[in-house]
């Protein structure tokens, strides 16, 4: 069973600074999705990452596909109170057309 | 474009009823996939389709659940005889042919009695 650990769970902090969440896994996938998820609202997805060590900004929000394929991160700079959401990121295992999501963070970004 | 369409968005039923749970793809899109996420939990794949083929059921229960994509209408998720435990958010996305990018639906929160 391939599984993606997402770290932190809940991250708390100020308007105006930077975090980074974690995605990783033990196994290799052939894609990497990061959604935003909000309270009675289905996943909407931001990005979609395909190759090792793939790059993609979006606005204030960077993400990064590990060279193995393995784990991703998500870097958002100078948060801003609209940042506020839960944040998942899912996989596409290797030759299987589904996704496995990660516990998903939740994200709280204070005025 | 209208985006994935599930109904209804909120399902009460008692204990033994039957729930059905429909969702209408993105137009193009010919792929649907079922997730289920249950309270403070992460959305797990439940099963996939293509229009009147069950490609991937790996995620689904093996009773009371089913799920079809017929080759007309909305794809459904069937839940008979509902017990307390099958109270959860379940989620439709879709994706275009070929590339695993899936887009979901806004969900149906069921309730059970």
């Known amino acids: 069973t391939q599984l993606l650990e997402q770290s932190p769970q809940f991250l708390s902090i100020q308007e105006g600074e930077n975090l980074t969440v974690y995605c990783n896994s033990s196994s290799v996938f052939s894609s990497l999705q990061w959604y935003r998820q909000e309270p009675g609202e289905g996943p909407v997805l931001l990005v979609t990452v395909v190759t090792g060590g793939e790059v993609k900004k979006l606005k204030r929000l960077t993400f990064q596909f590990g060279d193995a394929r393995k784990d991703s991160s998500l870097h958002i700079t100078a948060a801003q109170p609209g940042d506020t959401g839960l944040y998942l990121c899912a996989g596409g295992p290797m030759g299987a057309q589904k996704l496995v999501f990660g516990q998903g963070t939740r994200l709280t970004i204070n005025p | 474009n209208a985006g994935v369409m599930q109904n209804p968005r909120h399902l009460v039923r008692r204990r033994g009823q039957e729930a059905r749970l429909r969702c209408s793809p993105m137009?193009?899109?010919?792929?649907v996939y079922w997730y289920r996420q249950l309270p403070e939990e992460g959305l797990k794949f439940m099963v996939y389709l293509q229009k009147e083929n069950i490609i991937d059921e790996s995620g689904m229960p093996k009773e009371r659940f089913s799920a079809e994509f017929p080759k007309e209408g909305p794809s459904i998720l069937r839940i008979q005889q509902v017990v307390r435990g099958d109270s959860a958010a379940y989620f439709c996305?879709?994706?275009?042919?070929?590339?695993?990018?899936?887009?979901f639906g806004a969900g149906t929160r069921l309730s059970v009695l």
């Open positions: 137009k193009g899109h010919s792929h």
């Open positions: 996305a879709s994706s275009p042919p070929v590339k695993n990018i899936q887009y």
